[in-house]
């Protein structure tokens, strides 16, 4: 199983900027697709953002769409979600999945999340 493990979340106001990073030791995220969820309280985790290992196609949550950005860099291992124009509904935990494809029931290992919190 690969162990993921994310970092870059906070405290931003509204309007603000993070970038999420998802990152991987002893594995090579290259070879996995990579997808990024996130769950607020009293919600059930959804889908933010997936890219494929095969042929790198991207896809967003129309709700993220225009806001954020999911890359790669395969030289660091690690996968980034950058987040931009933030909302208070953004707030929630932020999870880093890997699996075969962008189908959720793919994703067997996940990292143990990053609390988001978009605030004045």
């Known amino acids: 199983q690969v162990q993921l493990v994310e970092s870059g979340g906070g405290l931003v106001q509204p309007g603000g900027s993070l970038r999420l990073s998802c990152a991987a030791s002893?594995?090579?995220?290259?070879?996995?697709?990579i997808g990024w969820f996130r769950q607020a309280p009293g919600k059930e985790r959804e889908g933010v953002s997936c890219?494929?290992?095969?042929?790198?196609?991207?896809g967003y949550a129309d709700s993220v769409k225009g806001r954020f950005t999911i890359s790669r860099d395969n030289a660091k291992n690690t996968v980034y979600l950058q987040m931009n124009s933030l909302k208070p509904r953004d707030t929630a935990v932020y999870y880093c999945?890997?699996?075969?494809?962008?189908?959720?029931?793919?994703?067997?290992?996940w990292g143990q999340g990053t609390q988001v919190t978009v605030s004045s």
């Open positions: 002893e594995f090579t995220l290259a070879d996995y697709t």
């Open positions: 999945a890997a699996g075969e494809t962008c189908n959720y029931r793919s994703f067997a290992s």
């Open positions: 890219i494929s290992k095969n042929d790198g196609i991207i």
